[in-house]
């Protein structure tokens, strides 16, 4: 893939981020706690992916923490590397924020509390915040 075509997805990826993380915030707002915190993990999730194409390369994955982690070294893993305590919380909302057997006795929408959302949402947007930054 050329180059120009890896920064057109980088700014295709990071744009469905920041819709993810609007829709987010909605959801918050609507009381849909373990929704909003799913679509805090995704925003960010995309916003790395978009950071590995801006870098040039090809991401895998769903975990926030690996896509730091096997981010090729240099300045954009530089930039994201001291969210990576950030990434790890939002590994952990991936799947029991979605499935009625992620959690005992409970679902999801019984179990996740505004706080959980706020925290999830405030751990996207600092990814977010440096994903354009390094993007820039």
Known sequence: MSGEKYREDAGRWYRQAQADLKAAR???????????SFQAQQAAEKALK????????DPWGHSIAKLILDLPEGPYR??????????????????PTRYPNGL?????????????SRSAIACSEAI?????????
């Open 26 to 36: 909605g959801s918050m707002n609507t009381g849909s706690h373990e929704w909003a």
């Open 50 to 57: 978009a950071l590995w194409y801006f870098s040039g390369a």
């Open 104 to 116: 005992p006795d409970m679902i999801p929408a019984e179990v996740y509390t505004p706080a959980e």
């Open 128 to 136: 977010l915040y440096a994903v354009e930054n390094a993007m820039r």
């Open 78 to 95: 530089d930039v994201v590397m001291p969210l990576l305590d950030s990434a790890k919380a939002l590994d952990k909302l991936y799947i």
